[in-house]
């Protein structure tokens, strides 16, 4: 669970989000540390060398869904995604693909992975990146991605700022 499980999805509050991340501080140097709400226990974001995650969105459980309802789930979540993405592209410019299934596989084979990919894997957001950057002047990339643990667990709509580009291995498989 998140922070954000409940509250509905709103394209003007991802974007508030997102962009207060642009500017906030990240960590200069460090392992990645998921920091969550001290009441709830619920995450709250994930901070590394020289990147922040924050969910953005958390959807219902998936509890007991199948079939078309699971489908209208994912589809759903996309579309959040891809709603902000096209606000995005406006805002930012073209955005470019960085697909996860090289560092996931790398990882499920005992190898090392970029940090921010592993923290983002472990918080089980295992979909492709959208990534923009340089972003604004800023000189950091950003980046929203879906994903989910298991069957049951809510689908997760989340965010990333690095202060380094954000790309695709060269070796990717």
Do not use: I, K
């Amino acid at each position: 669970m998140t922070s954000r499980a409940g509250a509905p999805f709103t394209v003007a509050r991802a974007l508030a989000d997102l962009e207060a991340l642009l500017t906030a501080p990240l960590p200069e140097s460090g392992p990645a540390v998921a920091e969550g709400d001290p009441e709830t226990g619920e995450w709250t974001g994930t901070g590394g060398d020289g990147f922040r995650v924050v969910p953005l969105w958390e959807g219902d459980p998936l509890t007991g869904v199948y079939g078309p309802e699971w489908n209208d789930a994912e589809e759903a979540a996309e579309a959040h995604r891809d709603a902000l993405t096209r606000e995005l592209d406006h805002r930012w410019g073209p955005h470019h693909a960085v697909p996860l299934h090289g560092p996931l596989l790398r990882r499920q084979q005992g190898e090392p992975v970029d940090p921010l990919f592993e923290a983002l894997f472990r918080q089980d957001l295992y979909g492709d990146l959208v990534v923009w950057g340089p972003v604004g002047g800023t000189g950091r990339w950003a980046g929203v991605t879906v994903g989910h643990s298991d069957g049951d667990a809510p689908l997760v709509l989340a965010a990333l700022v690095s202060d380094r580009p954000v790309t695709a291995p060269d070796d990717d498989r």
